[in-house]
Nanobody, 119 residues
Framework: VQLVESGGGSVQAGGSLRLSCRTS?????MGWFRQAPGKEREGVAT??????RYADSVKGRFTISQDNAKVALYLQMNSLRPEDTAMYYC??????????????????WGQGTQVTVSS
């Protein structure tokens, strides 16, 4: 399974970006994670057949979605803040029907796309 992210870039605080992740096949559980310099990787948003889930820090600002064929994953990021600066990764948990924040369950990862938000 291959995942290729795109859409990262530099933006001023309050701006928006839309990340995309193209996959080579449909999987039930997909998610976005991020890692800022000097920090551990953290979950941002997940989507499965039943629900979408968001980290508290991005609720109301970010929206995760898929295309109809469920082979592309998106993350619409609005009202960006400097603390959103990180490398963003899409990932797939190939075994779960319900996503979790457990990174160990996500077997497939993209190469990452950098998001930089300036104040």
């Amino acid at each position: 399974v291959q995942l290729v992210e795109s859409g990262g870039g530099s933006v001023q605080a309050g701006g928006s970006l839309r990340l995309s992740c193209r996959t080579s096949g449909y999987r039930t559980c997909m998610g976005w994670f991020r890692q800022a310099p000097g920090k551990e990787r953290e979950g941002v948003a997940t989507i499965d057949l039943a629900q979408t889930r968001y980290a508290d820090s991005v609720k109301g600002r970010f929206t995760i979605s898929q295309d109809n064929a469920k082979v592309a994953l998106y993350l619409q990021m609005n009202s960006l803040r400097p603390e959103d600066t990180a490398m963003y990764y899409c990932a797939i948990d190939p075994r779960s029907y319900a996503c979790t924040w457990d990174e160990g369950r996500y077997k497939y990862w993209g190469q990452g796309t950098q998001v930089t938000v300036s104040s």
